[in-house]
């Protein structure tokens, strides 16, 4: 499975901005999506995550309240709404795919595929 991120960009604080995760083939219809994320000099970090195979989403606390993530099965795509951007949320944005563990969605260990990120970068 191969994954495309896109969507970021240069945004200004308290903007809005729509990222998407589409995938090369049919995802497993109970896997998990996730976003990660990089900002530099740090370590990649869980963002928010949905399951395909049913309604459950799960978001870091950095994001929860602010963002939205959402899935179009039909076009094998996981879409990530951050609002009220802020200069902590500049970093490279990763999505990934592996199966439902049913234990944790938070660890890059959980996923298997991963695409090849996209710059969002928030100036205040």
């Known amino acids: 499975v191969q994954l495309q991120a896109s969507g970021g960009g240069l945004v200004q604080a308290g903007d809005s901005l729509t990222l998407a995760c589409e995938a090369s083939?049919?995802?497993?219809?109970?896997?998990?999506m996730g976003w990660f994320r990089q900002a530099p000099g740090k370590e990649r970090e869980f963002v928010a995550a949905?399951?395909?195979?049913?309604?459950?989403?799960f978001y870091s606390d950095s994001v929860k309240g602010r963002s939205t993530t959402s899935r179009d099965n039909t076009k094998n795509a996981m879409y990530l709404q951050l609002n009220s951007l802020q200069s902590e949320d500049t970093a490279v944005y990763y999505c990934?795919?592996?199966?439902?563990?049913?234990?944790?969605?938070?660890?890059?260990?959980?996923?298997?595929?991963w695409g090849q990120g996209t710059q969002v970068t928030v100036s205040s």
């Open positions: 990934a795919t592996g199966q439902w563990n049913r234990r944790s969605v938070t660890f890059e260990t959980d996923y298997e595929y």
């Open positions: 949905i399951r395909l195979g049913g309604t459950n989403k």
């Open positions: 083939t049919r995802v497993d219809s109970d896997a998990v």
